[in-house]
C-alpha cells in the first residue's frame, strides 16, 4: 500500500493519502508516533501569492502590498491529482488579481507562491469540486489601513 | 484551541535545536498560556515549528506572539498586515511548498534574455573564427 503524505499546515501533523481496496482515503496522522487521528472527508488546498512593491521601485510612485489566496476543497479522489487542481486554482486566482490590479502585477505575483495544505476546512465550508474561494488583501502605502475583499465562486 | 506557527530560516545542531524549543516553551507559559503539543518539521533552510496552545487567542495577540516566539521577521510584517486586515486565519499561511512555475512557461523577460544569449554567442564564435 503506497502512501503519499503531505504536512497539514494547520497543525503541523501529517496528511496521508492512500487506497485500500479501491477505496481512496484521507487521513490525519500524528506527526511523532504516526498514530491516525482522524478520517479525512476533505482538506483545503490554498495558494498564497504575494506582492511587494516598494515605493523605491515602484513606477510612477505606486507601490503596492498585495497578498493574495485561493482555496479549494480536495475529496479523496481527487487528492492524487493535486497537481493538475493547483494549476487551475493558479490560473483562477491570477484571472482574479489582474481583474481588480492589472496584468502588470500578475506578472511579478508568482515570484513570491507557497502551497499549503490544510485539514481544517476554514474558507470552504462544503466540498465540491467546481468551488473555490478567494481573498485579496491590499494597501498602497504604510500609512493606509489594508484593504480586503473576498469571496466564493463557481470555477 | 489555538495554533502559533513559527517559521525557523536556519539550521541548528540537534542539542541547540532542542534548546531553542525549550526556550519558546517559557516564553508560552511565562505568557500564562498553556501548550498542548509541539510539531516540529525539518525544511531545506530551517524548521518548521506548530505550537498548539490551550486556549483560543484573538489574531492581532497571535501574530505578536508569533513573532516573541523567533518567527521569520518578513512573515511576521505580513502577519501584523493581515491581522489588521482581519484576514489573519486565512493567511497564516506556513508553506508545504514554494509554488513553481510549469517548467515550459516561457515568460517575455526569459526569452529575450535567451535571445540575447544566443545572440552573444553567435558574434563570440565569429570574432574567434576571424
Sequence with gaps: MSLEVETD???????VYFVRRGIPYLMLRDATTKRFIKRL?????????VVDYAREVARRGNPLY???????ALTPEMFVERD????TLRYLLTRKVAEHFGGFVV??????????????LRSVKAVFESLWCWSL??????????RSMEGCELK | MSVAKVDVDIKLKPEAFKLWVESRKWIIQGLGYRLEKVNV???EHGYHVWFKIYETIPDDALAVLQFLLGD????????????EANVFKQFNALFNNKYKKPGNAITLKKLIIDTLDHVIDYVRSHIKGG
Excluded: P
Design chain 1, 9 to 15: 499546515a494547520d497543525t503541523g501533523d501529517e496528511i
Design chain 1, 41 to 49: 472527508f476533505g482538506v483545503e488546498q490554498r495558494l498564497f501569492m
Design chain 1, 66 to 72: 498585495l497578498d493574495a489566496v485561493g482555496v479549494q
Design chain 1, 84 to 87: 493538475r487542481y493547483l494549476e
Design chain 1, 107 to 120: 506578472d511579478v505575483l508568482l515570484d513570491e507562491a507557497g502551497v499549503e495544505y490544510g485539514s481544517e
Design chain 1, 137 to 146: 488583501v491590499w494597501k498602497h502605502s504604510k500609512e493606509e489601513e489594508a
Design chain 2, 41 to 43: 518539521k525539518e525544511t
Design chain 2, 72 to 83: 521569520d521577521q518578513k512573515r511576521c510584517q505580513y502577519n501584523f498586515l493581515r491581522a
